[in-house]
């Protein structure tokens, strides 16, 4: 039944973005239609585009006239189509729904309210961008609780999205410098979440500029599949519910509306650092090592 629910689902956001594209469109024609035709009076003269109607041949005004005759033909064929489509959708929808569960229904109903209040709230422009980026294949799939800024950056797949500063994540036996120093140095998490729950965050010395360039990876899972892994691999991660006080972990770009949103998520989950260039090394030097984060020393 959660596969069923799944096809439901698809296609009410399929047919929501239909139908809502399809009142604007309609508005939006029905408005050049009140207009007549590309014909617009100025004084005693009339103009055709960019030139006055007099200065365009007879042949020419003809074909522009049959051009516009047969755009507004094709509009309204693909709107009647559209409305076919919508009942078709309809029908299928309500004949599944009577075998979904009352569970199934409610979560349902919740996904649908909140993508009518998406839809609700974009410009035609923006509908139209949809439309054409699921026409392409080219919709992003990310995670919105996680990767809050991803559909701003679809090019960056996510890393620039999750920015997590968090001390206590160099090793001081390793890294260069002071005990006190390598401790309270800024570690530049840049994360991307994928559709198992898992996230994958590069590390950076200064953050994700021009030139500079990762010296490790946290790899992040749920705290149910940290249960799943073998006794012996546990003590490799460390909980972040325990360890963002700790690491005095801050995201220095997000508001405290996504915040709120994303810490209670991030709380349970472990992460795993595994480290291939030292803090203060010019270049990756000896062999990659696992950093246990948990075992570095408060001060």
């Known amino acids: 039944m959660n596969k069923q629910l799944t096809v439901v689902f698809s296609m009410a956001i399929?047919?929501?973005?239909?139908?809502?594209?399809?009142?604007?469109?309609?508005?939006?024609a029905d408005a050049v239609k009140s207009k007549g035709n590309s014909l617009t009076d100025i004084g005693s003269s009339k103009v055709c585009g960019d030139r006055?109607?007099?200065e365009i041949p007879a042949e020419e005004r003809k074909t522009m006239t049959k051009s516009s005759t047969n755009t507004s033909i094709n509009i309204d064929s693909i709107f009647d189509r559209m409305d076919s489509v919508h009942k078709?959708?309809?029908?299928?929808?309500?004949?599944?729904?009577?075998?979904?569960?009352?569970?199934?229904?409610?979560k349902m109903f919740q996904n649908m309210e909140q993508m009518m209040e998406k839809m609700e709230s974009m410009n035609i422009s923006e509908h139209m961008k949809m439309m054409e980026k699921m026409m392409m294949g080219k919709e992003p799939v990310y995670n919105e609780t996680l990767n809050p800024r991803q559909i701003d950056y679809p090019n960056v797949l996510g890393f620039n999205d999750l920015h997590i500063h968090a001390n206590r994540h160099l090793d001081v036996n390793q890294s260069h410098g002071?005990?006190?120093?390598?401790?309270?140095?800024?570690?530049?998490?840049?994360?991307?979440?994928?559709?198992?729950?898992?996230?994958?965050?590069?590390?950076?010395?200064?953050?994700m500029t021009d030139q500079d360039k990762p010296y490790g990876i946290e790899y992040v899972i749920t705290t149910d599949q940290y249960q799943e892994l073998p006794e012996d691999e546990k003590p490799y991660w460390h909980?972040?519910?325990?360890?963002?006080?700790?690491?005095?972990?801050?995201?220095?770009?997000?508001?405290?509306?996504?915040?709120?949103?994303?810490?209670?998520?991030?709380d349970e989950t472990y992460g795993k650092v595994y480290y291939f260039w030292n803090y203060g090394d010019t270049y990756p030097m000896g062999e990659p090592y696992i950093l246990v984060v948990q075992e570095i020393p408060d001060q």
């Open 14 to 28: 399929l047919l929501t973005v239909t139908v809502v594209a399809s009142i604007d469109l309609s508005q939006a």
């Open 239 to 266: 909980y972040h519910k325990t360890e963002f006080p700790r690491a005095d972990a801050a995201f220095p770009e997000l508001s405290d509306e996504e915040l709120a949103k994303i810490q209670p998520v991030l």
């Open 88 to 106: 078709k959708h309809q029908s299928e929808m309500k004949q599944m729904w009577k075998s979904m569960t009352a569970q199934e229904q409610s």
């Open 178 to 207: 002071t005990a006190e120093h390598l401790l309270q140095t800024i570690v530049h998490h840049h994360c991307k979440a994928y559709d198992d729950n898992t996230a994958t965050c590069l590390l950076f010395p200064y953050g």
């Open 52 to 54: 006055l109607c007099s």
